[in-house]
Protein backbone atom coordinates (compact mmCIF):
# COMPACT_ATOMS: atom_id res chain seq x y z
CA UNK A 1 0.00 0.00 0.00
CA UNK A 2 2.73 2.48 0.91
CA UNK A 3 4.92 1.96 -2.39
CA UNK A 4 1.15 2.45 -4.29
CA UNK A 5 0.17 5.15 -2.08
CA UNK A 6 3.57 6.97 -3.21
CA UNK A 7 3.61 5.64 -6.76
CA UNK A 8 0.40 7.95 -6.89
CA UNK A 9 2.18 11.00 -5.12
CA UNK A 10 4.97 11.03 -7.52
CA UNK A 11 3.25 11.19 -10.62
CA UNK A 12 0.49 13.41 -9.66
CA UNK A 13 3.16 15.91 -8.22
CA UNK A 14 5.58 15.37 -10.95
CA UNK A 15 2.50 15.79 -13.70
CA UNK A 16 1.28 18.71 -12.42
CA UNK A 17 4.80 20.12 -12.31
CA UNK A 18 5.82 19.35 -16.03
CA UNK A 19 2.13 20.49 -17.07
CA UNK A 20 3.04 24.29 -15.18
CA UNK A 21 6.58 24.23 -16.51
CA UNK A 22 5.49 23.32 -20.00
CA UNK A 23 3.04 26.35 -19.87
CA UNK A 24 5.69 28.70 -18.28
CA UNK A 25 7.95 27.59 -20.82
CA UNK A 26 6.11 28.40 -23.95
CA UNK A 27 5.01 31.96 -22.30
CA UNK A 28 8.58 32.57 -21.94
CA UNK A 29 9.60 31.98 -25.49
CA UNK A 30 6.64 33.51 -27.08
CA UNK A 31 5.54 36.58 -25.41
CA UNK A 32 6.92 38.77 -22.13
CA UNK A 33 5.36 40.63 -19.60
CA UNK A 34 6.52 44.00 -18.77
CA UNK A 35 5.68 46.22 -16.05
CA UNK A 36 6.05 50.38 -16.18
CA UNK A 37 8.18 51.84 -14.44
CA UNK A 38 6.42 53.71 -12.13
CA UNK A 39 3.82 53.37 -9.38
CA UNK A 40 0.87 52.32 -11.66
CA UNK A 41 2.00 48.92 -11.82
CA UNK A 42 0.72 48.59 -15.27
CA UNK A 43 1.14 45.23 -17.52
CA UNK A 44 1.97 44.88 -21.18
CA UNK A 45 1.70 42.12 -22.65
CA UNK A 46 4.07 41.99 -25.71
CA UNK A 47 5.12 39.22 -28.19
CA UNK A 48 9.00 37.61 -28.10
CA UNK A 49 11.42 36.13 -30.43
CA UNK A 50 10.45 32.35 -29.83
CA UNK A 51 13.06 31.28 -32.67
CA UNK A 52 15.72 33.10 -30.65
CA UNK A 53 15.07 31.45 -27.49
CA UNK A 54 15.03 28.09 -29.68
CA UNK A 55 18.15 28.72 -31.42
CA UNK A 56 20.12 29.85 -28.06
CA UNK A 57 18.73 26.37 -26.48
CA UNK A 58 20.14 24.51 -29.02
CA UNK A 59 23.17 26.32 -28.99
CA UNK A 60 23.28 25.41 -25.12
CA UNK A 61 22.65 21.60 -25.63
CA UNK A 62 25.54 21.37 -28.28
CA UNK A 63 27.30 22.90 -26.11
CA UNK A 64 26.84 20.15 -23.17
CA UNK A 65 27.14 17.87 -26.02
CA UNK A 66 30.26 18.58 -26.67
CA UNK A 67 31.84 19.39 -23.30
CA UNK A 68 30.53 15.27 -22.46
CA UNK A 69 31.77 13.91 -25.11
CA UNK A 70 35.17 15.37 -24.62
CA UNK A 71 35.19 14.50 -20.99
CA UNK A 72 35.48 17.62 -20.11
CA UNK A 73 32.64 17.63 -17.76
CA UNK A 74 34.09 14.45 -16.09
CA UNK A 75 37.13 15.97 -16.07
CA UNK A 76 36.55 19.28 -14.13
CA UNK A 77 34.13 17.17 -11.77
CA UNK A 78 37.02 14.76 -11.28
CA UNK A 79 39.45 17.51 -9.96
CA UNK A 80 36.51 18.70 -8.00
CA UNK A 81 36.25 15.63 -6.45
CA UNK A 82 39.89 15.24 -5.94
CA UNK A 83 40.71 18.57 -3.95
CA UNK A 84 38.19 19.46 -1.63
CA UNK A 85 39.92 22.76 -1.09
CA UNK A 86 39.67 23.85 -4.18
CA UNK A 87 35.63 23.45 -4.91
CA UNK A 88 35.19 25.06 -1.65
CA UNK A 89 37.66 28.00 -2.39
CA UNK A 90 35.87 28.75 -6.45
CA UNK A 91 32.08 27.82 -4.59
CA UNK A 92 33.24 30.58 -2.07
CA UNK A 93 34.43 33.05 -4.76
CA UNK A 94 30.85 32.79 -6.43
CA UNK A 95 29.22 33.42 -3.16
CA UNK A 96 31.21 36.36 -2.17
CA UNK A 97 30.57 37.43 -6.04
CA UNK A 98 26.78 37.55 -5.01
CA UNK A 99 27.38 39.01 -1.54
CA UNK A 100 29.11 42.25 -3.17
CA UNK A 101 26.66 42.45 -5.84
CA UNK A 102 23.70 42.69 -3.38
CA UNK A 103 25.65 45.02 -1.08
CA UNK A 104 27.06 47.31 -3.81
CA UNK A 105 23.39 47.37 -4.89
CA UNK A 106 22.15 48.05 -1.54
CA UNK A 107 25.00 50.81 -1.16
CA UNK A 108 24.58 52.35 -4.51
CA UNK A 109 20.71 52.99 -4.14
CA UNK A 110 20.30 53.24 -0.20
CA UNK A 111 16.77 52.49 -0.83
CA UNK A 112 14.03 53.69 1.97
CA UNK A 113 11.35 51.57 2.85
CA UNK A 114 8.18 52.57 1.48
CA UNK A 115 4.46 51.27 2.06
CA UNK A 116 4.05 47.69 4.02
CA UNK A 117 8.08 47.76 4.68
CA UNK A 118 7.76 51.37 6.56
CA UNK A 119 4.50 50.35 8.25
CA UNK A 120 5.80 47.26 9.61
CA UNK A 121 8.90 48.99 10.83
CA UNK A 122 6.81 51.99 11.92
CA UNK A 123 4.76 50.05 14.36
CA UNK A 124 7.92 48.28 15.55
CA UNK A 125 9.30 51.23 16.43
CA UNK A 126 6.06 52.40 18.02
CA UNK A 127 5.64 49.29 20.10
CA UNK A 128 9.12 50.17 21.21
CA UNK A 129 8.62 53.74 22.58
CA UNK A 130 4.80 53.62 23.53
CA UNK A 131 3.32 54.93 20.72
CA UNK A 132 0.28 51.92 20.14
CA UNK A 133 -2.09 53.60 17.40
CA UNK A 134 -1.21 50.97 15.11
CA UNK A 135 -2.64 48.31 17.35
CA UNK A 136 -5.68 49.81 18.39
CA UNK A 137 -9.00 48.93 16.06
CA UNK A 138 -8.46 51.16 13.22
CA UNK A 139 -4.27 50.86 13.04
CA UNK A 140 -1.80 49.27 10.40
CA UNK A 141 -1.42 46.07 12.64
CA UNK A 142 -5.07 45.90 13.70
CA UNK A 143 -5.67 45.25 9.90
CA UNK A 144 -3.09 43.43 8.81
CA UNK A 145 -2.63 40.59 11.61
CA UNK A 146 -0.37 38.42 9.16
CA UNK A 147 2.48 41.00 9.87
CA UNK A 148 2.48 40.33 13.78
CA UNK A 149 5.09 38.05 13.49
CA UNK A 150 7.75 40.31 10.97
CA UNK A 151 6.96 43.19 13.45
CA UNK A 152 8.01 40.53 16.94
CA UNK A 153 11.23 39.99 14.84
CA UNK A 154 11.84 43.90 14.02
CA UNK A 155 10.63 44.94 17.53
CA UNK A 156 13.04 42.94 19.26
CA UNK A 157 16.42 43.35 16.98
CA UNK A 158 15.47 47.49 16.89
CA UNK A 159 16.58 47.63 20.49
CA UNK A 160 20.06 46.77 19.21
CA UNK A 161 19.90 48.44 15.80
CA UNK A 162 17.74 51.25 16.33
CA UNK A 163 14.36 52.79 14.52
CA UNK A 164 14.01 52.63 10.42
CA UNK A 165 17.44 51.35 9.79
CA UNK A 166 17.32 50.32 6.57
CA UNK A 167 20.82 49.67 5.70
CA UNK A 168 21.36 46.76 8.58
CA UNK A 169 18.04 44.79 7.30
CA UNK A 170 19.25 45.20 3.75
CA UNK A 171 22.44 44.38 4.43
CA UNK A 172 21.08 41.20 6.53
CA UNK A 173 18.98 40.18 3.26
CA UNK A 174 22.38 40.51 1.47
CA UNK A 175 23.56 37.74 3.77
CA UNK A 176 20.80 35.48 3.81
CA UNK A 177 20.61 35.55 0.06
CA UNK A 178 24.54 34.41 0.01
CA UNK A 179 23.74 31.22 2.33
CA UNK A 180 19.96 30.88 0.26
CA UNK A 181 23.05 29.99 -2.51
CA UNK A 182 25.02 27.81 -0.64
CA UNK A 183 21.60 25.78 0.98
CA UNK A 184 20.73 25.29 -2.81
CA UNK A 185 24.38 23.53 -3.62
CA UNK A 186 24.21 21.78 -0.39
CA UNK A 187 21.05 20.20 -1.59
CA UNK A 188 22.39 18.91 -4.71
CA UNK A 189 25.28 17.42 -2.79
CA UNK A 190 22.93 16.09 -0.60
CA UNK A 191 21.35 14.26 -3.74
CA UNK A 192 24.62 12.74 -4.31
CA UNK A 193 24.76 15.23 -7.53
CA UNK A 194 28.48 15.93 -8.53
CA UNK A 195 30.25 18.49 -7.36
CA UNK A 196 30.21 21.07 -10.97
CA UNK A 197 26.35 20.68 -10.67
CA UNK A 198 26.38 22.17 -7.55
CA UNK A 199 28.94 25.07 -8.50
CA UNK A 200 25.99 25.35 -11.46
CA UNK A 201 23.80 26.69 -9.03
CA UNK A 202 25.26 28.99 -7.76
CA UNK A 203 26.84 30.46 -10.88
CA UNK A 204 23.00 30.26 -12.40
CA UNK A 205 22.27 32.32 -9.68
CA UNK A 206 25.04 34.82 -10.45
CA UNK A 207 23.50 34.94 -13.70
CA UNK A 208 20.21 35.46 -13.19
CA UNK A 209 20.11 37.96 -10.41
CA UNK A 210 16.58 39.60 -9.62
CA UNK A 211 16.93 37.98 -6.01
CA UNK A 212 20.52 39.80 -5.41
CA UNK A 213 18.71 42.99 -6.23
CA UNK A 214 15.75 42.20 -3.87
CA UNK A 215 18.61 42.89 -1.15
CA UNK A 216 16.60 46.22 -0.45
CA UNK A 217 13.15 44.76 -0.34
CA UNK A 218 12.43 44.71 3.62
CA UNK A 219 9.37 42.44 3.86
CA UNK A 220 10.47 39.36 4.76
CA UNK A 221 10.75 37.93 1.30
CA UNK A 222 14.65 36.93 1.49
CA UNK A 223 14.34 35.77 5.28
CA UNK A 224 11.50 33.25 4.65
CA UNK A 225 13.09 31.73 1.65
CA UNK A 226 16.40 31.86 3.77
CA UNK A 227 14.91 29.70 6.55
CA UNK A 228 12.57 27.46 4.31
CA UNK A 229 15.45 26.16 2.38
CA UNK A 230 17.26 25.64 5.76
CA UNK A 231 14.34 23.81 6.50
CA UNK A 232 14.16 21.70 3.07
CA UNK A 233 18.09 21.03 3.68
CA UNK A 234 17.85 19.86 7.47
CA UNK A 235 15.08 17.59 6.43
CA UNK A 236 16.64 16.02 3.59
CA UNK A 237 19.97 15.49 5.87
CA UNK A 238 17.72 13.98 8.60
CA UNK A 239 16.18 11.57 6.29
CA UNK A 240 19.79 10.72 4.58
CA UNK A 241 20.70 9.74 8.30
CA UNK A 242 18.31 7.72 8.65
CA UNK A 243 18.58 5.58 5.27
CA UNK A 244 22.81 5.54 5.45
CA UNK A 245 23.13 5.35 9.30
CA UNK A 246 19.80 3.35 10.69
CA UNK A 247 20.43 6.68 13.11
CA UNK A 248 18.70 10.24 13.08
CA UNK A 249 20.18 13.49 14.70
CA UNK A 250 17.83 15.41 17.10
CA UNK A 251 19.47 18.66 15.67
CA UNK A 252 18.37 18.00 12.46
CA UNK A 253 14.79 18.25 13.89
CA UNK A 254 14.73 20.95 15.78
CA UNK A 255 16.65 23.22 13.04
CA UNK A 256 14.12 22.36 10.49
CA UNK A 257 11.30 23.46 13.00
CA UNK A 258 12.89 26.56 14.13
CA UNK A 259 13.67 27.30 10.23
CA UNK A 260 10.08 26.38 9.05
CA UNK A 261 8.77 28.60 12.32
CA UNK A 262 10.62 31.57 11.71
CA UNK A 263 10.07 31.34 8.16
CA UNK A 264 6.16 31.18 8.49
CA UNK A 265 6.47 33.67 11.27
CA UNK A 266 8.08 36.93 9.17
CA UNK A 267 6.13 36.00 6.20
CA UNK A 268 2.61 34.60 6.21
CA UNK A 269 2.98 33.41 2.39
CA UNK A 270 5.66 31.18 3.47
CA UNK A 271 2.62 28.79 4.91
CA UNK A 272 2.66 27.55 1.28
CA UNK A 273 6.67 26.04 2.03
CA UNK A 274 5.69 24.51 5.35
CA UNK A 275 2.38 22.59 4.21
CA UNK A 276 4.70 21.26 0.94
CA UNK A 277 7.54 20.25 3.79
CA UNK A 278 4.75 18.45 5.71
CA UNK A 279 3.35 16.25 2.46
CA UNK A 280 6.89 15.82 1.66
CA UNK A 281 8.03 13.84 4.39
CA UNK A 282 4.93 12.02 4.87
CA UNK A 283 5.43 10.77 1.44
CA UNK A 284 8.84 10.09 2.12
CA UNK A 285 7.85 8.07 5.37
CA UNK A 286 6.24 5.78 2.53
CA UNK A 287 8.69 5.85 0.46
CA UNK A 288 11.64 4.93 2.77
CA UNK A 289 9.11 2.89 5.22
CA UNK A 290 10.32 4.79 8.15
CA UNK A 291 8.07 6.19 10.63
CA UNK A 292 10.27 8.27 12.25
CA UNK A 293 10.27 10.83 9.23
CA UNK A 294 6.74 11.74 11.25
CA UNK A 295 9.20 13.32 13.94
CA UNK A 296 10.02 15.99 11.69
CA UNK A 297 6.02 16.63 11.02
CA UNK A 298 5.28 16.62 14.22
CA UNK A 299 8.05 19.63 15.51
CA UNK A 300 7.35 21.83 12.30
CA UNK A 301 3.18 21.91 13.26
CA UNK A 302 4.20 22.45 16.99
CA UNK A 303 6.50 24.99 15.71
CA UNK A 304 3.75 26.53 13.50
CA UNK A 305 1.77 26.74 16.57
CA UNK A 306 4.17 28.47 18.35
CA UNK A 307 4.80 31.23 16.72
CA UNK A 308 0.73 31.96 16.03
CA UNK A 309 0.31 31.89 19.32
CA UNK A 310 3.30 33.72 21.41
CA UNK A 311 4.04 36.91 19.58
CA UNK A 312 0.86 38.39 19.26
CA UNK A 313 0.17 37.57 22.84
CA UNK A 314 3.35 38.95 23.35
CA UNK A 315 2.63 42.37 21.78
CA UNK A 316 -1.31 42.18 23.07
CA UNK A 317 0.42 42.43 26.56
CA UNK A 318 2.76 45.25 25.61
CA UNK A 319 0.24 47.50 24.11
CA UNK A 320 -2.69 46.50 26.02
CA UNK A 321 -4.58 46.43 22.97
CA UNK A 322 -6.54 43.17 22.15
CA UNK A 323 -5.80 42.55 18.42
CA UNK A 324 -8.28 40.46 16.68
CA UNK A 325 -8.62 38.89 13.16
CA UNK A 326 -8.07 41.61 11.43
CA UNK A 327 -8.74 42.08 7.41
CA UNK A 328 -10.94 38.65 6.27
CA UNK A 329 -8.85 36.61 4.07
CA UNK A 330 -11.37 36.19 1.34
CA UNK A 331 -10.91 40.17 0.96
CA UNK A 332 -7.26 38.96 -0.76
CA UNK A 333 -9.59 36.01 -3.18
CA UNK A 334 -11.78 39.01 -4.03
CA UNK A 335 -8.78 40.74 -5.43
CA UNK A 336 -7.28 37.69 -6.59
CA UNK A 337 -10.13 36.94 -8.98
CA UNK A 338 -10.93 40.87 -9.45
CA UNK A 339 -10.32 41.53 -13.54
CA UNK A 340 -8.23 44.87 -14.73
CA UNK A 341 -9.78 48.45 -14.36
CA UNK A 342 -7.51 49.11 -17.90
CA UNK A 343 -5.65 51.32 -16.26
CA UNK A 344 -3.41 50.86 -12.95
CA UNK A 345 -2.80 47.05 -11.95
CA UNK A 346 -3.32 43.57 -13.93
CA UNK A 347 -6.17 40.99 -13.61
CA UNK A 348 -5.80 39.79 -10.26
CA UNK A 349 -3.39 42.30 -8.92
CA UNK A 350 -4.25 44.86 -6.01
CA UNK A 351 -7.05 47.33 -5.78
CA UNK A 352 -7.90 49.53 -3.58
CA UNK A 353 -11.54 49.47 -3.55
CA UNK A 354 -11.51 45.81 -2.17
CA UNK A 355 -9.37 46.59 0.23
CA UNK A 356 -10.93 49.35 1.69
CA UNK A 357 -13.83 46.66 2.13
CA UNK A 358 -12.30 46.24 5.90
CA UNK A 359 -12.85 50.21 6.70
CA UNK A 360 -15.76 50.53 4.90
CA UNK A 361 -17.90 48.10 6.92
CA UNK A 362 -16.73 49.23 10.53
CA UNK A 363 -14.01 47.30 11.03
CA UNK A 364 -15.82 44.21 11.57
CA UNK A 365 -14.06 40.77 10.36
CA UNK A 366 -17.34 39.04 9.32
CA UNK A 367 -19.06 41.71 7.46
CA UNK A 368 -16.41 42.41 5.60
CA UNK A 369 -15.97 38.24 4.39
CA UNK A 370 -19.62 38.63 3.13
CA UNK A 371 -19.02 41.69 1.49
CA UNK A 372 -15.88 39.50 0.07
CA UNK A 373 -17.51 36.10 -0.99
CA UNK A 374 -20.38 38.23 -2.38
CA UNK A 375 -17.66 39.59 -4.84
CA UNK A 376 -16.25 36.52 -5.35
CA UNK A 377 -19.21 34.50 -6.29
CA UNK A 378 -19.98 37.80 -8.87
CA UNK A 379 -16.76 37.18 -10.12
CA UNK A 380 -16.92 33.60 -10.40
CA UNK A 381 -20.78 33.69 -12.19
CA UNK A 382 -18.87 36.12 -14.66
CA UNK A 383 -16.95 33.42 -15.31
CA UNK A 384 -18.55 30.46 -15.69
CA UNK A 385 -20.63 32.38 -18.17
CA UNK A 386 -18.36 33.73 -19.99
CA UNK A 387 -15.46 30.94 -20.65
CA UNK A 388 -13.69 33.75 -23.15
CA UNK A 389 -13.44 36.12 -20.34
CA UNK A 390 -12.51 33.54 -17.70
CA UNK A 391 -9.57 32.08 -20.20
CA UNK A 392 -8.40 36.15 -20.89
CA UNK A 393 -8.42 36.56 -17.16
CA UNK A 394 -6.41 33.35 -15.90
CA UNK A 395 -3.86 33.87 -19.24
CA UNK A 396 -3.27 38.12 -18.08
CA UNK A 397 -2.71 36.81 -14.48
CA UNK A 398 -0.61 33.94 -14.87
CA UNK A 399 1.46 35.61 -17.36
CA UNK A 400 1.57 39.05 -15.26
CA UNK A 401 2.84 37.02 -12.21
CA UNK A 402 5.45 34.90 -13.67
CA UNK A 403 6.42 36.18 -17.29
CA UNK A 404 8.12 39.27 -16.24
CA UNK A 405 11.68 38.27 -16.76
CA UNK A 406 12.65 41.16 -14.01
CA UNK A 407 10.28 39.85 -11.80
CA UNK A 408 9.70 43.44 -10.10
CA UNK A 409 13.46 43.51 -9.24
CA UNK A 410 14.25 46.85 -10.63
CA UNK A 411 10.47 48.34 -10.22
CA UNK A 412 10.90 47.75 -6.30
CA UNK A 413 14.18 50.14 -6.42
CA UNK A 414 12.59 52.84 -9.09
CA UNK A 415 9.10 53.55 -6.89
CA UNK A 416 11.03 54.19 -3.21
CA UNK A 417 12.54 57.44 -2.39
CA UNK A 418 16.59 57.57 -1.10
CA UNK A 419 18.27 60.11 0.37
CA UNK A 420 21.39 60.16 -1.88
CA UNK A 421 21.73 61.43 -5.75
CA UNK A 422 22.36 58.15 -7.60
CA UNK A 423 25.03 58.17 -9.32
CA UNK A 424 24.68 58.47 -13.55
CA UNK A 425 25.57 54.61 -13.37
CA UNK A 426 22.36 53.52 -11.28
CA UNK A 427 20.02 56.05 -12.60
CA UNK A 428 20.61 54.72 -16.28
CA UNK A 429 20.17 50.60 -15.14
CA UNK A 430 17.06 51.86 -13.50
CA UNK A 431 16.01 53.80 -16.46
CA UNK A 432 13.38 51.93 -18.83
CA UNK A 433 16.23 51.95 -21.58
CA UNK A 434 19.23 51.38 -19.42
CA UNK A 435 16.79 48.38 -17.94
CA UNK A 436 15.56 46.81 -20.95
CA UNK A 437 19.39 45.24 -21.99
CA UNK A 438 19.15 43.63 -18.53
CA UNK A 439 15.40 42.38 -18.69
CA UNK A 440 16.33 41.22 -22.21
CA UNK A 441 19.47 38.95 -20.55
CA UNK A 442 16.84 37.82 -18.14
CA UNK A 443 14.05 37.20 -20.33
CA UNK A 444 16.82 34.44 -21.93
CA UNK A 445 18.02 33.27 -18.41
CA UNK A 446 14.38 32.44 -17.36
CA UNK A 447 13.79 30.27 -20.62
CA UNK A 448 16.74 28.53 -19.80
CA UNK A 449 15.50 28.19 -16.36
CA UNK A 450 12.51 26.58 -17.18
CA UNK A 451 13.85 24.20 -19.82
CA UNK A 452 16.23 22.65 -17.61
CA UNK A 453 13.08 22.73 -14.98
CA UNK A 454 10.90 20.93 -17.43
CA UNK A 455 13.48 18.45 -18.16
CA UNK A 456 14.03 17.51 -14.19
CA UNK A 457 10.42 16.84 -14.28
CA UNK A 458 10.60 14.50 -17.99
CA UNK A 459 13.58 12.80 -16.44
CA UNK A 460 12.04 11.94 -13.13
CA UNK A 461 8.48 10.69 -14.21
CA UNK A 462 10.50 8.18 -16.59
CA UNK A 463 13.81 7.24 -14.66
CA UNK A 464 12.22 7.74 -10.97
CA UNK A 465 15.60 9.62 -10.04
CA UNK A 466 16.27 12.44 -7.63
CA UNK A 467 12.63 11.44 -6.05
CA UNK A 468 14.53 13.30 -2.73
CA UNK A 469 14.40 16.82 -3.93
CA UNK A 470 10.71 16.19 -4.65
CA UNK A 471 9.45 18.89 -1.85
CA UNK A 472 10.56 21.62 -4.51
CA UNK A 473 8.58 20.68 -6.89
CA UNK A 474 5.90 20.52 -4.57
CA UNK A 475 5.98 24.10 -3.36
CA UNK A 476 6.28 25.37 -6.65
CA UNK A 477 2.59 24.02 -7.60
CA UNK A 478 1.41 25.00 -4.37
CA UNK A 479 2.40 28.91 -5.04
CA UNK A 480 1.42 28.57 -8.61
CA UNK A 481 -2.46 27.26 -7.76
CA UNK A 482 -2.14 29.85 -4.61
CA UNK A 483 -1.50 32.52 -6.60
CA UNK A 484 -3.79 31.61 -9.22
CA UNK A 485 -6.96 33.03 -6.81
CA UNK A 486 -4.84 35.37 -4.43
CA UNK A 487 -4.14 38.99 -4.61
CA UNK A 488 -1.60 38.86 -8.06
CA UNK A 489 2.06 40.64 -7.78
CA UNK A 490 5.73 38.84 -9.19
CA UNK A 491 7.19 39.91 -6.25
CA UNK A 492 5.47 37.26 -4.32
CA UNK A 493 6.02 34.70 -6.98
CA UNK A 494 9.62 35.32 -7.03
CA UNK A 495 10.49 33.25 -4.41
CA UNK A 496 8.89 29.58 -6.02
CA UNK A 497 10.81 30.63 -9.15
CA UNK A 498 14.22 30.25 -7.21
CA UNK A 499 13.52 26.64 -6.29
CA UNK A 500 13.81 25.76 -9.95
CA UNK A 501 17.44 26.94 -9.86
CA UNK A 502 18.92 23.89 -8.46
CA UNK A 503 16.04 21.60 -10.22
CA UNK A 504 16.77 23.41 -13.61
CA UNK A 505 20.54 21.99 -12.90
CA UNK A 506 19.06 18.55 -11.93
CA UNK A 507 17.61 18.81 -15.36
CA UNK A 508 20.59 19.79 -17.25
CA UNK A 509 22.52 17.21 -14.91
CA UNK A 510 20.04 14.28 -16.57
CA UNK A 511 20.67 15.53 -19.90
CA UNK A 512 24.47 15.58 -19.63
CA UNK A 513 23.91 11.83 -18.10
CA UNK A 514 21.86 10.71 -21.77
CA UNK A 515 24.05 12.60 -23.68
CA UNK A 516 26.97 10.49 -22.58
CA UNK A 517 25.61 7.07 -24.20
CA UNK A 518 22.80 8.67 -26.23
CA UNK A 519 21.14 5.91 -28.42
CA UNK A 520 18.18 5.93 -31.32
CA UNK A 521 16.04 5.00 -28.26
CA UNK A 522 16.92 8.57 -26.64
CA UNK A 523 16.14 10.09 -29.93
CA UNK A 524 13.11 8.60 -30.40
CA UNK A 525 12.13 10.00 -27.00
CA UNK A 526 13.21 13.14 -27.62
CA UNK A 527 11.69 13.25 -31.36
CA UNK A 528 8.34 12.12 -29.40
CA UNK A 529 8.66 14.79 -26.66
CA UNK A 530 9.53 17.68 -29.29
CA UNK A 531 6.07 16.43 -31.34
CA UNK A 532 3.91 16.81 -28.36
CA UNK A 533 5.64 20.49 -27.67
CA UNK A 534 4.88 21.50 -31.00
CA UNK A 535 1.70 20.25 -30.98
CA UNK A 536 1.01 22.07 -27.36
CA UNK A 537 2.42 25.06 -28.15
CA UNK A 538 0.47 25.48 -31.22
CA UNK A 539 -2.69 25.03 -29.24
CA UNK A 540 -1.32 27.42 -26.81
CA UNK A 541 -0.38 30.12 -29.12
CA UNK A 542 -3.81 29.78 -30.61
CA UNK A 543 -5.78 30.31 -26.83
CA UNK A 544 -3.20 31.37 -24.03
CA UNK A 545 -0.18 33.48 -25.79
CA UNK A 546 -0.41 37.27 -24.88
CA UNK A 547 1.23 39.57 -27.00
CA UNK A 548 -1.38 42.48 -27.70
CA UNK A 549 0.11 44.82 -26.66
CA UNK A 550 3.27 45.87 -28.80
CA UNK A 551 1.97 48.89 -30.20
CA UNK A 552 0.71 50.33 -26.80
CA UNK A 553 3.88 49.31 -25.09
CA UNK A 554 6.40 50.67 -28.32
CA UNK A 555 4.19 54.30 -27.29
CA UNK A 556 4.50 54.06 -23.69
CA UNK A 557 8.44 52.92 -23.98
CA UNK A 558 8.85 56.25 -26.50
CA UNK A 559 7.32 58.32 -24.14
CA UNK A 560 9.08 57.59 -20.93
CA UNK A 561 12.23 57.60 -22.43
CA UNK A 562 11.87 61.08 -23.77
CA UNK A 563 11.08 62.24 -20.39
CA UNK A 564 13.76 60.72 -18.41
CA UNK A 565 15.85 62.13 -20.92
CA UNK A 566 13.99 66.02 -20.08
Known sequence: MSKTLYSVYRYIVLGLFLIINI???LLSIFSTSRLTSDASEHTYYTGDHAWLHIIILVVLIAAVFYLVRNNIFTRINSYLSNNEKTFIRIRNICLIIIGISGAAWVLLTQSNAGADQYYVLDAARGLRNGDYSAF??????????????????EYIIGFIVGDYNYLFWQLLNVVMIVFTYKMFSDILGILKLPRIASLSTIILGILFFPWTLYSVFIYGNIAGLFFATSAFKY????????????S????YIVISAVSMMLSVMVKNNYLIFMIALIIYTVAEALRHRNIQIILVTCAVIAGFAIQAVVPKLVIEKISGCNLGSGASSWTWIAMGLHPSDGNVYADGWY?????AFYENNDYDTKKEAEVSKAEIKGYIDTYKNNHKAFTSFLSKKVASQWNNPEFQCFWITNVRSSDIEKSPVISDILSLKGSSTFIAFLNIMQSIILFGSMLYAVNTLIEGTFAG???LPLTFIGGFIFHLFWEGKCQYTLPYFMLLLPLSIIGFYSMAKKLSSVTKKHLYKCG?????????AIIFNRFIILNQDNK??????EYTIEQQKL
Not at 248 to 251: M, V
Not at 528 to 536: H, S, T
Open 23 to 25: WLF
Open 136 to 153: RYNGYIAKYTNQIGLLFI
Open 235 to 246: TMLFIDSLKEFN
Open 248 to 251: FKIS
Open 351 to 355: SGRIA
Open 469 to 471: AAV
Open 528 to 536: VFAVILLFI
Open 552 to 557: SYRQYR
